[in-house]
């Protein structure tokens, strides 16, 4: 099964930008569609965005859309969240998580929580003046 462990998190000021990255180890990494979820403080873990395992798709929510992207290196077996323009709304635990494909057929990216199994332990962005 696949390990996954986040980094890049920290406090940045409104407008920045940070970019997080997600290292995955113990399987096979381009057999996983991927994405980021998020959990603010009193809040439902939300979906961010999602990639299929070949990175040729991806999807994200509204809020994120034009400021968020995401991206595989599917050689370094590591996926990133680019977040540009954030927003104090955007202050939250991030995680990445992992759900296993069939590459041969299976190029749908997940945007659910339950599709995905594996998940990695969170890093935790905070946006602030």
């Known amino acids: 099964q696949v390990q996954l462990v986040e980094s890049g998190g920290g406090l940045v000021q409104p407008g920045g930008s940070l970019r997080l990255s997600c290292a995955a180890s113990g399987s096979i990494f381009s057999r996983y569609a991927m994405g980021w979820f998020r959990q603010a403080p009193g809040k439902e873990r939300e979906f961010v965005a999602a990639?299929?395992?070949?990175?040729?798709?991806?999807y994200y929510v509204d809020s994120v859309k034009g400021r968020f992207t995401i991206s595989r290196d599917n050689a370094k077996d590591t996926l990133y969240l680019q977040m540009n323009s954030v927003k104090p709304e955007d202050t939250a635990v991030y995680y990445c998580a992992a759900c296993l494909v069939n590459p041969f057929y299976d190029y749908n990216i997940r945007s659910q929580k339950d599709d995905y199994r594996y998940w990695g332990q969170g890093t935790q962005v905070t946006v602030s003046s």
């Open positions: 990639i299929n395992w070949s990175g040729g798709s991806t």
